[in-house]
């Protein structure tokens, strides 16, 4: 990112002083729990759901989470997967918010995190031109986040019976 203009100013529309700003205070990876406004990350067969915590519910070891993507990759039977292999990112900034076990999220990473917040940013222009592409998207993203919520249901029922 050499030679680019970082500070107060803006390529391509995007205030890059505010983003900057916002992810350093949405990532925090200091307490044990989860802290408002941190990401974090559900993993599950290889897909990723990275969400902003809105509330970590202690009491009922929940955490009350907006979702801002989905990522499916590809699975290696020679290597884990990682966010690296991403093959589909759903943004999911319309979708209903989750109360999930607090279990299974982790704080998610930088480098994980920046490039899909940053491609969110940079199509913000895009889907004021053409709502009804939106629209479709969205529905997708609603379709795959159902199709993981209901995956990563099936594979630990005992952590929702309580």
């Not at 500070?7 to 205070?25: D, F, K, M, Q």
């Not at 990275?50 to 990759?73: D, G, S």
């Not at 479709?136 to 630990?156: C, G, N, P, S, T």
């Amino acid at each position: 990112m050499s030679g680019i203009p970082l500070v107060g100013g803006s390529i391509s529309g995007i205030n890059y002083r505010h983003l900057i700003a916002t992810l350093c205070s949405m990532i925090d990876r200091s307490p044990p729990h989860a802290t408002t406004y941190e990401i974090v990350c559900l993993e599950h067969q290889g897909s990723y759901l990275y969400a902003e915590v809105i509330q970590a519910i202690v009491a009922r070891q929940r955490t009350w989470v907006r979702p801002l993507f989905l990522q499916l990759t590809t699975q290696s039977s020679e290597e884990a997967p990682s966010p690296a292999q991403g093959l589909f990112a759903y943004r999911l900034q319309n979708c209903s918010d989750l109360v999930w076990p607090s279990q299974f999220f982790r704080p998610a990473l930088d480098d994980e995190v920046l490039p899909l917040l940053m491609q969110m940013y940079s199509d913000k222009s895009q889907d004021e031109a053409d709502p009804q592409a939106v629209s479709e998207r969205d529905r997708k993203a609603h379709q795959a986040l159902r199709q993981f919520i209901d995956q990563v249901w099936r594979a630990f029922p005992d952590a929702f019976s309580g």
